[in-house]
């Protein structure tokens, strides 16, 4: 059930990303792949900064921001 819960937070993830930075979308795939690797950078930087998010939402927020810093490199690099 947590592979489930994953996947939908890291849709979620992937969705507030895309809906901050604003733009197109990846789609559902690429909303879902967005938040999976945004996740990973978020707890990553969190992890830095020496914050630990406890709660579900907290976990999305954390994956979003990733997935927002993820969406900036990918923009930054698809221009060159």
């Known amino acids: 059930m947590s592979i489930l819960i994953w996947i939908i937070s890291g849709i979620l993830a992937g969705w507030l990303a895309g809906v901050i930075v604003k733009g197109n979308g ?19 930087l969190a992890g830095l900064l020496g914050l630990q998010a406890g709660s579900w939402l907290g976990q999305i927020l954390v994956a979003a921001l990733g997935g927002v810093v993820f969406v900036v490199i990918l923009r930054a690099i698809r221009r060159l």
């Open 26 to 44: 990846f789609g559902l795939l690429g909303d879902l792949i967005v938040g999976l690797i945004g996740g990973v950078i978020g707890g990553w």
